[in-house]
Nanobody, 118 residues
């Protein structure tokens, strides 16, 4: 059974930082590019960042709106993907999810809410 569990969200002030974690089943984690996505009410889910399955040298991708502020990484031994978010802005407020890239519907977890507000 595939399982994806996101954690690490919460309230934070503008300019602050959070580190999100995604624990994924080994069967999907080791073989696939993993991505972080986010969704706000009334908008489509969007890709934030992704990382290839084999670092070092595994390629990363960042959406323009997070370049220079967010860093994606993975710990293959722990089957975990991280998203370090710095210099957070109110527009980063969303529910953050991880999934493979391209996404697979049955891998969506509950997500973790990030709220950036003063």
């Amino acid at each position: 059974q595939v399982q994806v569990v996101e954690s690490g969200g919460g309230p934070v002030q503008p300019g602050g930082s959070l580190r999100l974690s995604c624990a994924a089943s080994g069967s999907i984690f080791r073989a696939y590019v993993m991505g972080w996505y986010r969704q706000t009410p009334g908008k489509q889910r969007e890709l934030v960042a992704s990382i290839a399955p084999i670092p070092p040298g595994g390629s990363t991708f960042y959406a323009d709106f997070v370049k220079g502020r967010f860093t994606i990484s993975r710990d293959n031994a722990k089957n975990t993907v991280y998203l370090q978010m710095n210099s957070l802005k109110p527009e980063d407020t969303a529910v953050y999810y991880c999934n493979t890239r391209p996404q697979v519907d049955r891998y969506w977890g509950q997500g973790t809410q990030v709220t950036v507000s003063s």
